[in-house]
């Protein structure tokens, strides 16, 4: 039973239709910041012969690669719930987010790759101008403001997958500013090995943030409850008429999961009372804990033999 259905559900923004639509926009944004900050790294690689800034113009290139696949995910969790999938299909977000995770670690292997190779092969320092440190040094600045901007979207609309590619864009930050400091030394001093050095740094930079993002999207694939049944019962105790609580159970994520719960009624109460007793219960967990859809099973209170 669904507590508080809407006529329109994408004109309210707390519906998980408006949340996936908000997010969808977020991304499309992001998308679009990531493109521009690819653009002015590769205009500084080709121009400088960095292999170093060739290499964050990749790295930058999964973001984007990670907000397509975002959007694309998205689509599909906006969907309604249908016969073949009941309880809607959220998951796919959680997938996305997988997903990032997935790239993260190939971008970990890439850097490891390329910094043991020009440790062990050397190289000559680029060919880097002051204007060409600038320009690297706004789309740092650019990716922060995004990495920022996304981590409080996510957290706003309770967002696996924006918060799973905040932390993504964040790593970038730290890969341009190592790049950045990189080039800058080598630019200097003819330090040929500070890059190779700092992309190590880095890549366990990126490794941390796969285990973050693995560490929260996969309780929700496997079922995870989405919060302690005790309390589900503390709300639905306060309910007039409830005896008591059993089998309850949760799942999913806060703004878009699901409780079950049993509660145990007067004797005396009539089918009908004993119904909008569970109606009751079921809007009141609703919103107090941002359940999306929330089931009550009645039961007669135990006599005091112990039968029902």
Known sequence: ??????????????????????????????????????????????????????????????????????????RLAAAPPDERHPYGHGKFETLAALAVAAFLSVT?????????????????????????????????????????????????????????????????????AAVLVGVGLMAAFQWENVDAILAIFVALVVAHSGYEILKDTIPDLVDERATDPSEISSVASTIPGVRGTSQIRSRGKRGDGFAELTIHVAREE?????????????????????????????????????EA
């Open 270 to 306: 009539t089918v009908v009372t004993a119904h909008e007793i569970a109606d009751q219960v079921e809007k009141g967990i609703a919103v107090e804990m941002d359940f999306v859809d929330v089931t009550v099973h009645v039961e007669p209170e135990e006599g005091p033999g112990g």
């Open 108 to 176: 970990c292997f890439e850097l490891l790759e390329g910094a043991v190779g020009r440790l062990r092969s050397g190289g000559t320092a680029p060919d880097i101008q002051p204007m060409m440190l600038a320009v690297l040094a706004g789309t740092m600045v650019l990716n922060g403001a995004v990495a920022w901007s996304e981590n409080r979207a996510g957290k706003r609309l309770s967002s696996q997958m924006l918060a799973a590619d905040a932390r993504h864009t964040a790593s970038d930050v730290v890969v341009s």
């Open 1 to 74: 039973m669904t507590p508080h259905p809407q006529d329109d559900p994408a004109d309210d923004r707390s519906s998980p239709l408006a949340r996936r639509l908000e997010v969808r926009r977020v991304l499309a944004w992001v998308l679009l910041a990531n493109l521009v900050a690819i653009a002015a790294k590769l205009y500084v690689g080709v121009r400088s012969g960095s292999i170093a800034v060739m290499g964050d113009a990749a790295h930058s290139g999964i973001d984007a690669v990670n907000n397509l696949v975002g959007l694309a995910a998205m």
